[in-house]
């Protein structure tokens, strides 16, 4: 049956001009990054993932993101692209599919040569001052926050505790005195709060990068949907979009039904419930035979 739909999708890719393709989770748990809704995903240990009003008034909020940042952030930034994310960018190379929208914010398409993705939830590898708007490097804050902690993490350390990476691309390191750490200023403006640059729950996606999807979503004639149970209105409104137009999707996501199969929408064509890398390897597989 796997097979049968493979080839089903392989057909659907060559019979259109203009394909978007929408990806999350899912797409990035074969490179090490945990998702929040599959069978080992952070949700199912316990995991809430941290809410945007919540870091902004709070310090300690704050102080406790950036401490499991220190063990979280290493192995979040060297993920590697997995076969779906390679698979998406040949498929974008040979022109089977157009722009990629990610819920993601490992740039893990943008490592694997994808060239039009959209970050539809920021990206991690920055952070922001919510004052002056600063942006500097993930990497230069990572390095700040260590050098000015270094006996707090030598105390972490002694202590021996595990260090359970989660999607949000911190650690759950369980309840130490997070108000130990100590978080440093922006170096720009020297007062705002740094958060990293992307979307945390309960904020908004702007509404300049909607915008700009909906217009794009006016000229496609199919939708990919890839790794994502949709359960987040930032991106399931696309999909609804598309369905309103008549434009026909394709569903790749294994372990979880997903919002747009519960709300019925009728121009899903079919949903393949398996391991998108595997699903994506060989789709791309099977058009190099097609086409040779």
């Not at 002694?158 to 990476?165: I, Q, Y």
């Not at 440093?184 to 700009?212: A, E, Q, R, T």
């Not at 999807?213 to 409104?237: K, P, Q």
Request: proline share 3%; aromatic share 8%; hydrophobic share 35%.
């Amino acid at each position: 049956e796997l097979n049968q739909q493979i080839l089903q999708f392989k057909d659907f890719l060559l019979s259109k001009n203009n394909i978007m393709c929408i990806t999350g989770a899912g797409v990035s748990t074969s490179s090490g990054i945990p998702d929040y809704r599959g069978p080992n995903g952070s949700y199912k240990k316990g995991h809430k993932p941290i809410v945007h009003n919540d870091f902004i008034s709070n310090q300690l909020s704050r102080q406790r993101y950036w401490t499991r940042s220190i063990y979280g952030w290493n192995k979040f930034n060297q993920a590697y692209p997995n076969h779906c994310h390679n698979s998406l960018t040949l498929l974008q190379k040979y022109g089977y599919i157009n722009t990629i929208i990610t819920q993601n914010v490992d740039r893990l398409h943008q490592k694997s040569g994808s060239n039009k993705v959209i970050d539809l939830h920021g990206r991690n590898d920055q952070v922001i001052c919510l004052s002056c708007n600063y942006i500097l490097p993930r990497e230069i804050m990572q390095n700040t926050i260590e050098s000015l902690n270094d006996d707090f993490i030598k105390e972490i350390e002694l202590s021996n505790r595990v260090k359970d990476m989660r999607a949000d691309g911190d650690a759950d390191i369980g309840d130490i005195d997070f108000s130990k750490l100590r978080i440093p200023d922006c170096p720009n403006c020297k007062h705002g709060i740094l958060k990293p640059n992307v979307v945390f729950f309960g904020d908004h996606v702007p509404k300049h990068i909607v915008d700009s999807i909906y217009v794009e979503i006016d000229t496609i004639d199919g939708m990919v949907i890839i790794g994502t149970s949709l359960e987040v209105f930032s991106s399931y409104r696309f999909v609804e979009r598309a369905n309103s137009l008549g434009i026909p999707i394709v569903i790749v996501n294994a372990y979880t039904e997903t919002r747009a199969e519960r709300k019925g929408l009728n121009s899903i064509l079919m949903r393949i419930d398996h391991d998108c890398s595997i699903v994506m390897r060989e789709l791309v597989r099977q058009i190099q035979l097609t086409t040779k």
